[in-house]
């Protein structure tokens, strides 16, 4: 019996894109998300509310104590855009449940196998928006919280041959990103000028950024924050 490799998030588009890259590199991949795949590219999906920590329990630890899962790709994320006297409690905790904590307890559930292996690949997909964004107060601080999570996993776990790293998109050509942003908008165009190489990225840029973290070839990088961003957080830093 082969080691899967789990996607959550795995049906939505940057999810199909790390799953079908996967699947072409040889992983068994699981998709954990709350809907079915529209894909082909798995060998098992778990439709799973990752807001309910008992149902995560339930289901995602009953499938890894029948499979062995060495690989984790934290891809799963939500938003509340909302001014920061507008964010209520509730919002935040549910970003926060689903963004972090499901991904702190998806980890520890895929642990004993990855240390009975002694490896075992953890990729954490933070964003940008963890350098501060406008109307972001719940995500921006989700995906920061990914960040410091990511980086003390790696430290406790690196001597267990259990690597765990982030990677930080920008702007990705999705349905998700258009919605919020329409082409005609002047936001939308200050958004794209604002990127150094001149065009959006795409869900593969993602996907290529996590087949290299979640391989044995990266058995050499942990605890570290790829920015997949078009040279924007470069901007940002130098501004």
């Known amino acids: 019996m082969g080691t899967k490799t789990i996607v959550t998030g795995g049906a939505g588009e940057i999810g199909t894109a790390i799953c079908e890259r ?87 559930l895929c642990l004993p196998a990855m240390r009975a292996a002694g490896r075992g690949r953890v990729v954490n997909i933070s964003s940008r928006a963890a350098l501060g964004k406008p109307l972001r107060t719940a995500y921006a601080a989700s995906k920061a919280a990914m960040i410091g999570m990511t980086r003390t996993m790696a430290l406790e776990l690196g001597r267990d041959g259990i690597t765990l790293n982030a990677i930080g998109p920008g702007p990705i050509r999705t349905k998700l990103f258009a919605d919020a942003n329409p082409p005609d908008s002047p936001k939308t165009k200050a958004i794209m000028d604002a990127i150094p190489v001149g065009h959006m990225g795409e869900p593969d840029d993602i996907a290529a950024a996590v087949a290299f973290l979640i391989s ?18 470069v901007g940002l830093a130098g501004a």
């Open 216 to 233: 044995d070839e990266a058995r050499f990088v942990t605890g570290q924050v790829l920015y997949v961003c078009g040279g924007m957080t």
């Open 22 to 108: 996967l699947t072409r590199d040889g992983h068994e991949v699981v998709v954990v998300d709350l809907n079915p795949p529209k894909h082909g590219a798995w060998t098992d999906a778990l439709q799973v509310n990752l807001a309910d920590p008992a149902d995560v329990a339930a289901r995602v630890g009953a499938f890894c104590a029948a499979h062995p899962v060495t690989r984790l790709v934290n891809n799963a994320g939500i938003i509340r855009p909302a001014r920061v006297e507008d964010t209520t409690v509730e919002d935040f905790s549910l970003v926060m449940d689903v963004n972090v904590r499901a991904a702190m307890q998806l980890t520890q």
